[in-house]
């Protein structure tokens, strides 16, 4: 395989005699707000570095592609078989930068006379218009004896015709989810040109800085690894050892690298044998693992998350305090020792909170329903966002921990299961108090609650929560799973709610704790009701949740499909409270269903706070 990887400049890559094509086949443009983010994070970092006359190279990772010879012309088309979010970002960066651009010229071009220094910005800004069309927009080729433009980047055939029109600046819709993601990418790129390049100064200290981000940071700074085959096979192969879970370099394996260089130096060689030997046993986890584990404990000590595209970078500058040393002390190697140390003893709780295990050895403090709280937010709401803030909860006592995650687990169901609110929040939210939690020597999880009940009550209200509730239905292909949790949570809280629901929500009796995976939905009004006990207006609203409720282990499984009388004797005989409530109806109608959702949701909307 005769394919050497070169690094190549930004403006290198896209000035050469060739066009990028995604391919039919490829998934649609991927980058969501915090990928963008960390992207812009990344330039704006180049661009400061320039202004204050130094220089910050980065590198954005790697571009694999497939060399497609075009007939009857001196073009190449490379076929992107990796690097589609890296090339679509930085062709709409520079078309957001050409629109700065014009913008300046078409204010100077309005004014009745131009100072020197106007006209100069004016032409450099014309000029350098026409040359970044030209570099990153559009190739003029040759065809038949005509000069056609062809775009710089194509996009699959489902993203391409949106993708040209918004960086051609024309009025477009979207009709799928990577539209409304490449249109977000581009806004926030208009906000960044707009706000940060061209926050201030005259049209002449705007054109300096925009000199600064087109001939400097992307012409020099910004680099990429480009790997191109003559051929799709060996191109995928590439692909396959760069993507492989199995064989990939891991962060954790750049860090041990770029550790064990600091400490290369022979009054070190205890220091760093041992260092090495603890590295062995936090790589010892499934690659996949290892990565998200390192995310997770970076956010949890720094209250921030590492940005994606550097995350060994940023643990050598914060954590390992080598970033800019070649050799460290003996005092520092100690440091790097025990800061390795502490992340194999993270990397072991991290994997007990991940499966939902309780982290404490000592289960006395906290009842078993406790414990499950764990399990249910982890494992059944699948929510490990919240990943870091429970590593540093782990710090506090049993109890405290115990509170924290259940108040948790009730915000998430609200704010993310039911209430599909955007994440950043959230996550800014656990990260603060993440860190609050490892700098508070008496840290209270009142503060936590407190947060949390604010951010619902904002994003989520009691009308949007009641709202999306009324349209959660059952599936009969599955994944009702936020059904079953709901109305077993909603079951813990019976007898609270029953008294009043004054106060933090709380489990009465906590002697009976769910299994969840051995509790099943049931249809009161049956699923598939047939002959005399099929009712027209019941088909209508049973599969809404009005009409489910859940059996136990030892529910009597033969009621089924039976109608709601054949049902009554086992729902008023089962030691479920929603039941036994159900059970209270003489008649079971649509207008029953509709007042027992009702009942359901104003009890989630008092139970759903943390």
């Known amino acids: 395989m005769a394919i050497k990887p070169t690094q190549l400049a930004v403006k290198f890559l896209f000035e050469q005699n060739h066009t990028f094509m995604v391919p039919k086949y490829q998934r649609g443009y991927a980058w969501d707000d915090e990928a963008i983010e960390d992207f812009i994070e990344d330039i704006a ?166 000199r600064l981000l087109v001939n400097s940071v992307l012409a020099t700074d910004c680099s990429v690894i480009f790997m191109c085959s003559e051929t799709k096979s060996e191109a995928y192969q590439i692909f396959q050892v760069l993507n492989d879970r199995g064989v990939h370099l891991t962060d954790g394996d750049l860090l041990r690298a770029s550790t064990m260089e600091l400490l290369d130096a022979k009054p070190l060689a205890t220091i760093q044998n041992k260092v090495a030997e603890q590295w062995d046993k936090v790589l010892a986890y499934p690659p996949g693992d290892i990565d998200s584990y390192l995310r997770w404990y970076f956010s949890s000590w720094q209250g921030k998350r590492p940005k994606s595209s550097n995350v060994a970078d940023q643990f050598m500058e914060f954590r390992f305090g080598g ?53 249910m937010l982890v494992t059944h709401l699948k929510h490990t966002n919240a990943m870091p803030l429970l590593l540093s909860l782990q710090r506090l006592d049993a109890k405290k921990f115990a509170e924290a995650v259940s108040a948790i687990e009730r915000f998430v169901f609200r704010f993310k299961t039911i209430g599909n609110a955007h994440i950043a929040p959230m ?28 951010l619902a009550g904002k994003a989520v209200p009691d009308e949007l929560f009641e709202a999306n509730l009324n349209q959660v239905k059952y599936s009969v292909r599955g994944g009702n799973g936020h ?27 906590k002697t009976r704790v769910f299994d969840f995976s051995n509790t099943t939905l049931e249809h009161v009004y049956p699923q598939s009701a047939k002959g005399a006990d099929k009712v027209a207006t019941l088909e209508e609203v049973k599969h809404t949740i009005g009409n489910l409720t859940i059996f136990g282990p030892n529910d009597n499984e033969a009621t089924a499909n039976k109608s709601y009388s054949g049902k009554r004797v086992v729902l008023k005989a089962s030691n479920l409270k929603l039941n036994r409530d159900i059970s209270e109806n003489d008649q079971w109608t649509a207008a029953t269903v509709d007042e027992r959702t009702k009942s359901l949701i104003s009890m989630a909307v008092k139970v759903f706070v943390p």
């Not at 140390?341 to 009842?367: C, I, K």
Request: aromatic fraction near 8%; charge should be neutral.
């Open 323 to 375: 970033k800019d040393r070649s050799v460290a002390s003996k005092a520092e190697a100690q440091a790097v020792l025990n800061e390795v140390r502490q992340l194999d003893r993270d990397f072991a709780l991290l994997r007990t909170l991940g499966e939902g295990d309780w982290p404490y050895t000592n289960h006395s403090t906290v009842d078993g329903w406790d414990r499950e709280r764990l399990r």
């Open 45 to 210: 970092r180049c661009l400061s570095a320039r202004e204050a006359d130094k220089q910050r190279n980065h590198f954005f990772g790697g571009i694999v592609t497939v060399r497609m010879p075009i007939a009857n012309s001196n073009r190449s088309n490379y076929e992107v078989i990796d690097g589609q979010q890296r090339l679509a970002s930085f062709v709409m960066l520079v078309a957001v930068i050409v629109r700065g651009m014009r913008n300046i010229v078409g204010e100077l071009v309005k004014k009745s006379s131009l100072s020197e220094e106007e006209q100069k910005a004016k032409k450099f800004l014309e000029d350098t218009i026409d040359s970044l069309r030209g570099v990153y927009l559009v190739y003029r080729d040759e065809i038949e004896l005509e000069y056609v433009e062809i775009p710089k980047l194509s996009l699959s055939v489902a993203d391409n015709d949106f993708f040209q029109n918004i960086v051609a600046e024309q009025e477009t819709s979207s009709e799928r989810a990577s539209h409304e993601r490449i249109k977000a990418a581009w806004d926030r790129l208009v906000d960044f040109v707009d706000t940060t390049v061209l926050k201030s100064g005259s049209p002449w200290e705007k054109a300096k800085r925009l």
């Open 483 to 509: 059904i079953r949790y709901m109305l077993i949570t909603l079951e813990d809280y019976a007898k609270w709610y029953e008294q009043g629901a004054q106060g933090v929500p709380k489990c009465k009796d």
């Open 427 to 454: 996550t800014e939210l656990y990260l603060r108090h993440a860190k609050k939690i490892r700098d508070t020597a008496s840290y209270k999880i009142g503060e936590l609650r407190k947060d949390l009940k604010a």
